[in-house]
Structures are given as structure tokens and as C-alpha cells.
């Protein structure tokens, strides 16, 4: 069974950097759509970024324009998410997405990222 596998979390202090990366563990076909969530302790999931893959199209919650980038390395079915000048409202696990054209959606595990001086 295919997995998504998360990696790059931590704890962070306030203005730093973290990258997060996301690969599939095998072979997921007709991906369109790759993307990053994030939930924080009593609030619902929200959409963080994602990018489509037919023509690199991204999109960003407001909080993160400026300061998040969203990559992906198609060959080896890899995204990235560039987080900088991070801040305590960040605080959150991260999920990576990947979504099928056939509406399919495939989740990680989540990887946690504190945000704390």
C-alpha cells in the first residue's frame, strides 16, 4: 500500500526556517494536485499550500504568502514546503496531500512543527 512519508518538522524559534518534505512510498499514478495541511490543537485542518502538477500552479493560505514556498520534484514523486520567518501562530502538525485526477486522496502521517522561543 502506498504511503506518504513526512519528514522535516521540529521545534523552531521564532523567525527560523524549516523545510518539510514529503515522498510516496511506491507508485501513485495521475497525481494533479500536491499540497500541505496543517491543524492546530482545537482549530480544524486548513489547506496550507499546493500545487498543481500540470503546469506548477501554486496557491497559499494568506498567512503564509511571503514566507512559505511550495516545490515538488515530479521524478521522484517528492514535495517540499519551504517555511521561513516562522511565528508562534504556526504551531501546528503538518500534513502533506497528494490528490489523484480520479479524486483519490492519499494523507501522511503528519510531522509536528513548535514554533517557541
Known amino acids: 500500500q502506498v504511503q506518504l512519508v513526512e519528514s522535516g518538522g521540529g521545534l523552531v524559534q521564532p523567525g527560523g526556517s524549516l523545510i518539510l518534505s514529503c515522498a510516496a512510498s511506491g507508485s501513485i499514478n495521475s497525481i494533479y494536485r500536491m499540497g500541505w495541511y496543517r491543524q492546530a490543537p482545537g482549530k480544524q485542518r486548513e489547506l496550507v499550500a499546493y500545487?498543481?502538477?500540470?503546469?506548477?500552479?501554486?496557491a497559499y493560505v494568506d498567512s503564509g504568502k511571503g514566507r512559505f514556498t511550495i516545490s515538488r520534484d515530479s521524478d521522484r514523486n517528492t514535495v517540499y514546503l519551504q517555511m521561513n520567518r516562522l511565528k508562534p501562530e504556526d504551531t501546528a502538525v503538518y500534513y502533506c496531500?497528494?490528490?489523484?485526477?480520479?479524486?483519490?486522496?492519499?494523507w501522511g502521517q503528519g510531522t509536528q512543527v513548535t514554533v517557541s522561543s
Open positions: 500545487i498543481n502538477t500540470n503546469d506548477g500552479s501554486t
Open positions: 496531500n497528494f490528490r489523484t485526477m480520479y479524486g483519490r486522496d492519499y
